[in-house]
């Protein structure tokens, strides 16, 4: 080997020269490949960081979002709940209206009896007054004239008095007390009537409200939904991102590997020349 060795120095020095620098020049090369694979792959990497950063906030907004929804919707039952008291309040003002308006009718039709009875009543009085007045007259018609002239206005201040209705004291105080009570109930009626009208305008304030709430949490829902699914056709691309960087990761370092223990056979063999 020493002879090689010297009749190659002897006859070609410059073999040893070009070998050595071809070597150099590959290494140089090899080095340069691998630091734009390394650039390449750690822009790579900064990019699927940036993405997942945005990944992580967009994850944030929606779960911010999705809170925003709960509290929604826990305000909307609220308002179904005070919507079903006040459907539950007018249903027994409606009632109440109606045992009024039933009171009312009967109080009413109880006053016009008592009347009619009152009315009937003075009109037999009357009646067996004037029988009793003519009876009279009859029975005494010829006790002279000054009696039959006081019969006469006697029964013709009867006809006054059964043209014109006399009530009797407990009558008057019964026609009183029922007008007190049917006034009160009037007024009760009244009362009823507007607290009907309130519950009614309130009813259907909070239908209205309820109504755009539902429309505006149908929107949300909606643009939830359309969110929800971008991120995670978002999520696949960037787990499939990192998976192909992983890959060309591994593919890069088996080349690397490869490369060195190639130059280091080359050197080996270059050394031994």
């Not at 907004?61 to 179904?80: N, R």
């Not at 006469?152 to 008057?172: A, L, R, T």
């Not at 239908?207 to 149908?218: A, D, L, Q």
Request: glycine share 2%; proline share 1%.
């Amino acid at each position: 080997m020493t002879t090689l060795k010297a009749y190659c120095r002897k006859f070609s020095p410059n073999i040893f020269v070009q070998t050595k620098c071809q070597n150099c020049f590959r290494t140089r090369e090899v080095h340069s490949a691998d630091a734009l694979e390394k650039s390449k792959t750690i822009e790579w990497i900064n990019k699927l960081d940036s993405n997942e950063r945005i990944d992580k906030n967009r994850r944030n907004a929606a779960l911010s979002d999705v809170k925003k929804l709960k509290a929604s919707i826990v305000e909307l039952q609220g308002i179904s709940e005070q919507a079903s008291q006040l459907t539950h309040e007018l249903v027994c003002c409606r009632q109440e209206l109606i045992q009024l308006r039933k009171t009312i009718k009967n109080k009413e039709d109880d006053h016009n009896k008592t009347k009619t009875y009152d009315t009937n009543i003075e009109k037999i009085k009357i009646i067996s007054i004037n029988e009793n007045l003519n009876n009279h007259c009859l029975n005494n018609g010829l006790n002279g004239l000054n009696d039959k002239q006081k019969l006469i206005v006697n029964n013709n201040n009867c006809h006054d008095v059964s043209g014109k209705q006399i009530p009797s004291n407990n009558q008057i105080v019964k026609q009183n007390k029922d007008l007190e009570t049917i006034r009160k109930l009037n007024c009760e009626l009244k009362e009823a009537q507007s607290n009907y009208d309130f519950l009614e305008i309130a009813y259907e304030r909070l239908t209205k409200k309820i109504i755009e709430m539902e429309r505006t949490h149908e929107s949300d829902l909606n643009l939830m939904k359309d969110r929800i699914n971008d991120l995670t056709q978002k999520l696949l691309t960037s787990e499939q991102l990192l998976r192909l960087a992983k890959q060309k990761i591994s593919k890069y370092e088996s080349r690397h590997e490869r490369r060195r223990s190639s130059l280091k056979g080359k050197v080996a063999v270059c050394a031994d020349i």
